[in-house]
C-alpha cells in the first residue's frame, strides 16, 4: 500500500470515524492541539476540523488542508497563548499532512501539466502582431482588459475567452492588416525646420500693441504681451501648451517621425528647465519625450516615435509662470517679467521614415508577390489615397497557397502539420470564387490565421515541453513576444533543451533590447507599479506632484531593477542597497543634491541614507498609499504580499475599514491600536502593521518626512515648490516609524527595519521565484511546486544570489522546462 494511500486513508478514518485502520501521527496533534477551537461548536475562523473529511479532489477541501498545514508550520497555529507543540510533534504532523497534498497534486500535474492551456495577453498580442507584421500600429487599446490572477496577467487561469474577445481580434486584426498592406504611393515627406515665432497665435500676441482694448467697454481687457522675442528665438513665460501649428507643420501620414529641437531656460538662477513634448490630436494628448533644458546655453535634443498623421506636436514646460514674489506673468507682461521662461530656438520634423517602400510589411503580410507600380495616367485611389502600386502574381492560386502556408507557419510559431494551411487556404478561394482580388483573397486567410487557436494560444502538452515549445515560453518570458530567428533556429534543430544552450540562449535575450518588456511587464505587475494612477495626491498638500515626477516613480523601479539583472547584483538589494537610480527630477524630490539631467544613473546613497532597496522608492510607496494619508496596514500587506510571498488573508467581514482622519488629531498608529486590541484582528496585525509603521517616514508620494502634513491644524511650513514658487501647509502630528515584530525584534525607524528584514533573505529569495515562475509560466504556485521553488532559491543563493543568476536558475527548472 503506497504512503499517499495510508496517509490520506488515515485522515479519512480519524475525520469521518470509519473503522479501524492505522493512523499516521495526526490524530493526536490535531485531538491536543487544534480542536478545542476548530470543533463544530467553536468552529473559530469558520473552521470545523473534526468534519472536515480529506477530499483533495475538491478545490475547496484540497486549499482548507493546505492551509492548516500553513498555519501550523509557520508557528501562527495553535496561538501563542496555548501550550506550544513539542518541536517533533509538529515536525511529525506536517510530514504526514505533506505527503499525501504533495503526491495528490504532483499526480495531476504529470496527467494534466501545471499550466492550462493558455492564450496571449494583450501587450503579447501586439508586440507578437508587429514582429509578424513588421509594423508599429498600436493595437492592445482595441482589445478588453485581462483579468490578473497571482499578481500577473500572463496566468492562463485568467485569460479567458468571450464572444467580445473574438469580436474585438477580428477588429485588431483588421487594423493590423491595413497597417501592413499599404500600396499607396509614397509619401511625399517632411524634413523641415520651424520657428515658434510664425506660429500665428504667438505672432498674434507679440504684434498686438500692449494695452489695446479687446473690450472697448471694458478698461481692463487691454492686450498684455505675453512673449519676447529676437532674431534667434521665442522666449514663453507661461506654462500652456504651444503647438507647431497645422498651418506649419502638416504630418504627411501615420508612421514613425524624428523629431529635433533646440531651446533652454532663461531667468532661471542658473537652473535647468525640464520640456515636455506631446502629440495631441484635439482628442487624446500623449507625452512623446521629456529633455532637460539648460541655462541661457541652447540645448539640441533629438528622439524617434510614431505619430498617426492626425497629430500635431505641443511642448509644454511646468517650471515658468510665476517670479520669486509669486506675482504671475498675466499680471505683470513679459517686458517686466523677471521669472523663469523658456527660450525656444526652433523645431525640426522629419518623416515618416522607411527604408524602403511599398513597406517591409508587405512582403511580411504577403510574401514575394510582383507589383507592378502606377504611372500618372493609371490613377486609382483607395480611400481617398492615390495608388502607387498592384499586385501582379503571375499564378492567383499558387500565390494564395505559398503566402498563407509561409504565414501561418511563422504565426504559429513551428512547422505546420500536413493539411493545417487548408482550411484558410479555402477560406481565400472562396474570395476568389466570388470575384474577390488576390489582396482580398490574402486579406480573409490572414484575418483567419491572426484569430485562429494556433496563434492565440501557446501550444503545450503536459510533461517536458518540446524544443520549439520551450522557445515560445522563453521568448514570451524575456521579451514579450514571438521567438526571434536565431531562436526558432536553435529549437528546430532540437538543441534548445540542452542545458548549455538553454543558458546562452537566455543570455542572449538578456543582453538584446527586447528584454525591456521583461523589465517593465514584470516589475509593473510584481511591484504593482502599473496602479500608478490609481490615486491622485491632495494638490493642496503636495502640489509638486507632478507629470515628471510620476513618470521618474516608475522609470526609477524599472531602472533600478535593470541594473540589478544587468550586474547581477544580490537579490537582497530589493530591501537594501547603497546606491539608487535617479535622474534630477528624482534626486530633488529625494533631497539629493548634485545629480543633473534627464538619464537615470547610478548614485551612491550617504550611509546614514533611509533610502535604498525598493521599499523606499517614491513608486512603490505611491501606489501603497491614498492621495490623502498613508496606512501602515495597506504597507504592510505590500510586504507581506510581495517581498515575503505572505500575504495576509483578508479581514473578517464583520471588522470595517479605518476611516483616515483627514484632519491631522490623531495618528494612524492610534486608530490602529483599537484594531489590534481585538483578538480576531491582533493575530494578524501583529504581522502586518510593523512593516507599515516603518514605512510611515514617508508621505503618499514618497517624500520623507519627520510629521504628517495637514490642511488644519499645526505651525504654518513655507516651501519652495519646484525651486521657485512658495506653497504653504500646516505642520501635523510627529510621525513614529518605530515598531515590534511578531518575533518580539523591535527597531526605531526605517533603517533597523530594513536590517532585521535582510534576515529574512532566504524567504525573498523563495517568493522572487516564485513570482518569477508564475509570470514565465503562466501558473500560479501551487503546494507541488514549493520543493521546487526552494531548490531554485537554494541554487540561485549558492552561486552568489545574483538577479541575473536568479532567472537562469528559474529557467533551467523543471518548473518551466515543463507543461
Not at 503579447?124 to 492592445?140: A, Q, R
Not at 532663461?266 to 513634448?277: A, K, N
Not at 514579450?480 to 543570455?507: C, F, H, N, Y
Request: proline share 7%.
Amino acid at each position: 500500500m503506497s504512503r499517499f494511500f495510508v496517509s490520506a486513508f488515515g485522515l479519512c478514518l480519524f475525520m469521518g470515524g470509519l473503522g479501524a485502520a492505522p493512523l499516521p501521527p495526526v490524530t493526536p496533534f490535531l485531538e491536543q492541539h487544534c480542536t478545542e477551537c476548530h470543533d463544530g461548536e467553536v468552529k473559530k475562523g469558520g473552521l470545523d476540523l473534526t468534519g472536515l473529511a480529506f477530499k483533495p479532489e475538491e478545490r475547496k477541501n484540497f486549499d482548507a488542508w493546505v492551509k492548516v498545514y500553513d498555519r501550523v508550520s509557520q508557528g501562527e497555529m495553535p496561538p501563542v497563548k496555548k501550550p506550544r507543540p513539542e518541536p517533533g510533534a509538529a515536525k511529525s504532523f506536517l510530514a504526514a499532512l505533506k505527503t499525501p497534498l504533495h503526491d495528490y497534486e504532483t499526480a495531476q500535474q504529470k496527467e494534466n501539466g501545471r499550466t492550462v492551456l493558455r492564450r496571449l495577453n494583450r501587450t503579447e498580442y501586439e508586440n507578437t502582431v508587429h514582429d509578424l507584421l513588421g509594423i508599429s500600429l498600436p493595437l492592445k487599446h482595441i482589445l478588453p482588459e485581462d483579468t490578473p490572477l497571482h499578481g500577473f496577467d500572463t496566468v492562463a487561469e485568467g485569460l479567458r475567452f468571450s464572444q467580445l474577445q473574438i469580436e474585438k481580434y477580428l477588429e485588431a486584426a483588421d487594423a493590423a492588416l491595413d497597417a501592413a498592406i499599404v500600396l499607396t504611393k509614397k509619401p511625399v515627406g517632411i524634413n523641415q525646420r520651424y520657428s515658434y515665432k510664425n506660429e500665428p497665435g504667438i505672432r498674434k500676441n507679440l504684434d498686438t500693441p500692449p494695452g489695446t482694448l479687446s473690450d472697448k467697454t471694458n478698461p481692463k481687457s487691454g492686450h498684455r504681451v505675453m512673449f519676447r522675442e529676437n532674431e534667434k528665438e521665442v522666449i514663453m513665460f507661461t506654462t500652456g501648451d504651444y503647438l507647431v501649428g497645422l498651418k506649419q507643420c502638416r504630418l504627411p501620414g501615420p508612421g514613425m517621425y524624428r523629431i529635433r529641437l533646440s531651446g533652454n531656460a532663461v531667468q532661471s538662477d542658473g537652473e535647468p528647465l525640464t520640456l515636455m513634448i506631446y502629440s495631441n490630436n484635439y482628442k487624446n494628448k500623449r507625452l512623446l519625450s521629456y529633455c532637460e533644458l539648460p541655462a541661457d546655453k541652447p540645448r539640441e535634443f533629438e528622439f524617434t516615435t510614431r505619430l498617426d498623421g492626425s497629430e500635431h506636436i505641443v511642448i509644454n514646460c511646468d517650471r515658468v509662470g510665476r517670479d520669486k514674489k509669486g506675482q504671475n506673468i498675466y499680471n505683470v507682461g513679459a517686458a517686466e517679467f523677471q521669472g523663469t521662461g523658456l527660450a525656444m530656438q526652433w523645431i525640426e520634423v522629419e518623416g515618416p521614415l522607411s527604408a524602403e517602400w511599398p513597406p517591409a510589411s508587405l512582403k511580411k503580410a504577403l510574401g514575394e508577390v510582383p507589383l507592378t507600380e502606377l504611372g500618372e495616367k493609371q490613377k486609382k485611389f483607395r480611400d481617398g489615397k492615390q495608388l502607387g502600386y498592384e499586385l501582379a502574381p503571375t499564378d492567383v492560386k499558387l500565390a494564395v497557397k505559398s503566402g498563407l502556408t509561409s504565414f501561418a507557419a511563422r504565426a504559429f510559431r513551428r512547422p505546420l502539420e500536413q493539411d493545417e494551411a487548408v482550411p484558410y487556404i479555402a477560406l481565400a478561394q472562396q474570395s476568389l470564387d466570388a470575384g474577390g482580388s488576390f489582396e482580398g483573397a490574402m486579406r480573409v486567410g490572414l484575418r483567419a490565421i491572426l484569430t485562429s487557436p494556433a496563434f492565440l494560444l501557446l501550444e503545450e502538452h503536459p510533461g517536458r515541453l518540446s524544443d520549439r515549445a520551450l522557445a515560445a515560453r522563453l521568448a514570451y518570458f524575456l521579451t514579450s513576444s514571438m521567438p526571434d530567428e536565431e531562436l526558432i533556429k536553435v529549437a528546430g534543430e532540437g538543441r534548445l533543451t540542452q542545458p548549455e544552450v538553454l543558458k546562452a540562449q537566455t543570455e542572449r535575450l538578456l543582453k538584446s533590447p527586447r528584454a525591456a518588456a521583461f523589465v517593465t511587464n514584470f516589475v509593473g505587475q510584481w511591484l504593482e507599479l502599473k496602479n500608478i494612477d490609481a490615486t491622485t495626491p491632495d494638490t493642496k498638500l503636495y502640489p509638486e506632484y507632478d507629470m515628471l515626477l510620476k513618470l521618474g516613480m516608475v522609470t526609477e523601479t524599472e531602472a533600478f531593477f535593470s541594473e540589478m539583472l544587468k550586474s547581477n547584483l544580490p537579490v537582497t538589494n530589493f530591501i537594501q542597497s547603497d546606491f539608487v537610480m535617479v535622474n534630477r527630477r528624482m534626486a530633488e524630490h529625494y533631497e539629493m543634491p548634485g545629480v543633473a539631467g534627464e538619464e537615470f544613473r547610478r548614485v551612491v546613497l550617504p550611509a546614514d541614507s533611509p533610502r535604498g532597496g525598493v521599499l523606499t522608492q517614491a513608486g512603490v510607496l505611491k501606489v501603497t498609499a491614498n492621495g490623502t494619508v498613508t496606512s501602515p496596514v495597506v504597507r504592510g500587506a505590500w510586504v507581506m504580499k510581495h517581498l515575503l510571498g505572505q500575504p495576509p488573508p483578508p479581514p473578517p467581514a464583520s471588522v470595517g475599514a479605518i476611516e483616515p482622519d483627514t484632519r491631522g488629531t490623531t495618528t494612524i498608529r492610534e486608530q490602529l491600536a483599537k484594531h489590534r486590541d481585538s483578538e480576531s484582528c491582533a493575530s494578524c496585525h501583529k504581522s502586518i502593521d510593523p512593516p507599515g509603521f516603518a514605512l510611515e517616514s514617508f508621505d503618499v508620494i514618497g517624500g520623507y518626512r519627520e510629521n504628517y502634513r495637514s490642511n488644519e491644524k499645526g505651525a504654518n511650513v513655507k516651501r519652495k515648490l519646484n525651486g521657485q514658487n512658495i506653497w504653504q501647509y500646516k505642520e501635523g502630528l510627529p510621525v513614529d516609524a518605530s515598531g515590534e515584530l511578531a518575533d518580539g525584534r523591535k527597531f526605531q525607524d526605517i533603517r533597523e527595519f530594513k536590517k532585521l528584514l535582510l534576515d529574512e533573505k532566504a524567504q525573498v529569495m523563495r517568493a522572487l521565484a516564485g513570482n518569477l515562475v508564475t509570470y514565465g509560466t503562466g501558473a500560479g504556485i501551487q503546494f507541488a511546486d514549493r520543493d521546487a521553488i526552494e531548490a531554485i532559491a537554494k541554487l540561485a543563493e549558492a552561486e552568489g544570489a545574483g538577479l541575473r543568476t536568479l532567472v537562469h536558475a528559474v529557467v533551467q527548472s523543471p518548473l518551466f522546462l515543463s507543461k
